[in-house]
């Protein structure tokens, strides 16, 4: 048994509403809690393996003698990922689940649900380190964006893992800002996670809008109270833009 992360996601987003239904995607937003669980997850894979996994990261890790200086550690960050890919080849036999995604489908940027509406994806922890890993290097090196921060944030936590049988996670995302806001790991669009979610599950979702009378029992859906947002009332409320009449 373990505890399972669940990210709703609408589909598609405003990245891909107005392309074809076979290129939608949805915008996932990375929490930091996220990135400790993930560090969790692979830190138990090594759990009697410790001198192996600081073998792999000791000999870039070790030259790191401030974590908290951008200039030192960004010259590196090619380095992390090569060391985390090497961490994940050589297990990829014990990769567990991290993080489920159900998905939920409209009519493009409408807020009507197309018949088949609902799936669900499962990313396992070595998968997931693909959203932040393949972005990384599709960016600048020569800034520490929020995606090369969070593979930061996973080699650090992971050293001190493998140096001293636990690490502090806290410690770690408050100190290693680099000047960004820790408020969220990263975000990538539907455009991005397009390509890891395509599938004839991700077109047309396995479950129609019919299955949600069996979900809601009771007379439930009398209950639903959506948040009130000013740009959906503005869109809702007829006649708002029309001319008054003379």
């Not at 908290?68 to 960050?77: G, T």
């Not at 995606?147 to 944030?153: G, Q």
């Not at 009398?222 to 947002?229: A, D, I, K, Q, T």
């Amino acid at each position: 048994m373990r505890a399972l992360e669940i990210k709703l996601t609408a589909l598609p987003d405003e990245q891909t509403h107005s392309l074809p239904e076979n290129k939608y995607g949805s915008e996932i937003v990375v929490r930091p809690d996220t990135i400790v669980y993930l560090a969790l997850s692979i830190a138990s894979t090594y759990q009697s393996e410790r001198n192996t996994l600081l073998s792999i990261m000791g000999p870039v890790c070790s030259t790191i003698q401030d974590w908290e200086n951008p200039k030192e550690v960004q010259s590196l960050i090619l380095d992390m990922i090569s060391i985390i890919d090497g961490i994940l080849l050589d297990k990829l036999d014990k990769q567990k689940p991290l993080l489920l995604q159900p998905i939920w489908k409209t009519i493009g940027k409408s807020s009507v649900l197309d018949i088949n509406c609902l799936d669900i994806f499962v990313w396992s922890d070595f998968a997931f380190t693909r959203l932040f890993i393949d972005a990384s290097l599709s960016k600048s090196t020569y800034k520490i964006t929020r995606l090369s921060r969070t593979v930061i944030w996973l080699i650090k936590m992971l050293f001190d893992f493998a140096k001293n049988g636990r690490f502090n996670p806290k410690q770690t995302i408050d100190k290693l800002t680099y000047n960004t806001r820790n408020d969220k790991a990263f975000a990538l669009g539907g455009k991005s996670t397009h390509q890891y979610m395509v599938c004839s599950e991700l077109v047309k979702p396995r479950l129609t809008k019919h299955i949600f009378k069996n979900i809601i029992l009771g007379g439930g859906q009398n209950f639903l109270s959506p948040e009130r947002r000013l740009d959906a009332v503005i869109l809702s409320t007829s006649g708002l833009f029309e001319k008054e009449r003379e």
